[in-house]
């Protein structure tokens, strides 16, 4: 198997903008009806749906074209990894919300919240979503062994095309039977970030990052402006659009958003910090650079993002905690704004030292999440 002699410090940056992202949109769920500057703050937290594209993007970059020994040894260390750690902050999920409901006994209720935390905690859906991704990872791998990047052209201008087909549908209210979710899913991002870290552009690194910076910030105000119109413009890789429609057979659940939008918002961040990292950047760009990959920020950045899984899972405690304390306080747009940022940095700060003291305890290391 390939060993990765160091590390990619630009994607343990992607990483960390990605968990706090996550954190920072379901904490300001709990204030979604505040506004500042007549915007809803639910709606501007939406630019943070980057991060789940981003961590299938670095996922791609780390598990593609190596070579595995066997599917049982690539499939079953990984899962065993996600799988503890889900299992004990789902059980701690459990019995807060047995607290706050005030069960006492196993009757219905109980046993609806244990079956609903475990299977269809919406906050916690991504894990669901990866271990379908790793049992593809494997056949994926075949796949881009034998074409390269230009196999993952082919794949990625067939997704391309049915995202933005579906993004029209979508925005236009269009109903179509054309079905091209085999590659709009998880893979999809999977196989751009691959694509993405080792394709090589004809533009200087200084070029690729202008071009990236200046697309990811009119993506992020387009993504606001156009949530706050009736037709939204989240594309859910799923069926029957969380919901069991008349005469439905089949119903999944997914909050990936496939949507060319975010495609490009997930791809311009990543391009961002990928040509940000570039030994050839010069000007004001080199010492941004400097500092942003200097020594000490390296490696916090890097311990963070090896506890992200850890992060992940824990942060859904508070998401359970928090609303009681959270329910009475009225506050102006801005200071929610300001108490939505410092909520965000203390529960991703709470639980990265979670993380990481489990990490270092015996037995309790394996259900760190800490990686």
């Known amino acids: 198997?390939?060993?990765?002699?160091?590390?990619?410090?630009?994607?343990?940056?992607?990483?960390?903008?990605?968990?706090?992202?996550?954190?920072?949109?379901?904490?300001?769920?709990?204030?979604?009806?505040?506004?500042?500057?007549?915007?809803?703050?639910?709606?501007?937290?939406?630019?943070?749906?980057?991060a789940v594209p981003i961590f299938l993007m670095v996922s791609g970059v780390l598990l593609i074209n190596r070579d595995y020994p066997s599917y049982?040894?690539?499939?079953?260390?990984?899962?065993?990894?996600?799988t503890l750690p889900y299992i004990f902050w789902v059980i701690i999920i459990i019995l807060l919300s047995f607290y706050y409901n005030n069960i006492t006994s196993l009757d219905t209720n109980a046993l609806s919240i244990i079956f609903n935390s475990f299977f269809s905690f919406g906050i916690l859906w991504y894990f669901w979503m990866m271990i379908g991704v790793y049992l593809a990872i494997p056949i994926i791998n075949e796949y881009v062994k034998n074409k390269g990047l230009e196999g993952i052209r082919y794949f990625l201008i067939i997704a391309i095309i049915a995202s933005i087909i579906y993004q029209c549908c979508n925005i236009f209210q269009i109903e179509t039977y054309l079905d091209f979710r085999f590659f709009?899913?998880?893979?999809?991002?999977?196989?751009?970030?691959?694509?993405?870290?080792?394709?090589?552009?004809?533009?200087s690194a200084n070029k690729m990052i202008l071009i990236s910076a200046v697309l990811f910030i009119a993506l992020s105000i387009i993504k606001t402006s156009l949530n706050m119109i009736p037709s939204n413009i989240t594309i859910f890789y799923a069926l029957n659009n969380h919901s069991f429609n008349e005469g439905a057979n089949v119903f999944l659940n997914s909050f990936l958003d496939v949507g060319i939008i975010e495609v490009l918002h997930a791809s311009s961040l990543f391009?961002?910090?990928?040509?940000?990292?570039?030994?050839?950047?010069?000007?004001?760009?080199?010492?941004?650079?400097?500092?942003?990959?200097?020594?000490?920020?390296?490696?916090?950045?890097?311990?963070?993002?090896?506890?992200?899984?850890?992060?992940?899972?824990?942060?859904?405690?508070f998401l359970i905690i928090l609303p009681v304390y959270l329910r009475d306080i009225h506050l102006s747009g801005t200071n929610t704004a300001i108490l939505i940022l410092v909520l965000s940095l203390a529960v991703l700060v709470i639980c990265y030292a979670i993380t990481l003291i489990f990490s270092k305890i015996p037995y309790l290391n394996k259900i760190s999440g800490y990686s």
């Open 1 to 50: 198997m390939n060993i990765r002699k160091q590390r990619i410090i630009y994607l343990d940056y992607l990483k960390v903008l990605a968990i706090f992202s996550i954190i920072a949109m379901h904490i300001t769920a709990f204030f979604s009806q505040v506004e500042i500057l007549n915007i809803q703050l639910h709606l501007v937290s939406q630019i943070g749906r980057f």
């Open 72 to 82: 049982k040894d690539f499939f079953t260390p990984k899962a065993v990894k996600i």
């Open 271 to 317: 391009l961002l910090l990928r040509y940000l990292s570039s030994e050839s950047v010069k000007g004001i760009a080199s010492s941004i650079k400097k500092i942003i990959f200097s020594k000490p920020l390296s490696k916090i950045g890097t311990s963070v993002s090896r506890s992200t899984w850890g992060i992940y899972c824990s942060h859904a405690i």
């Open 184 to 203: 709009i899913g998880p893979i999809f991002y999977i196989l751009l970030g691959y694509y993405l870290h080792n394709k090589e552009f004809n533009l």
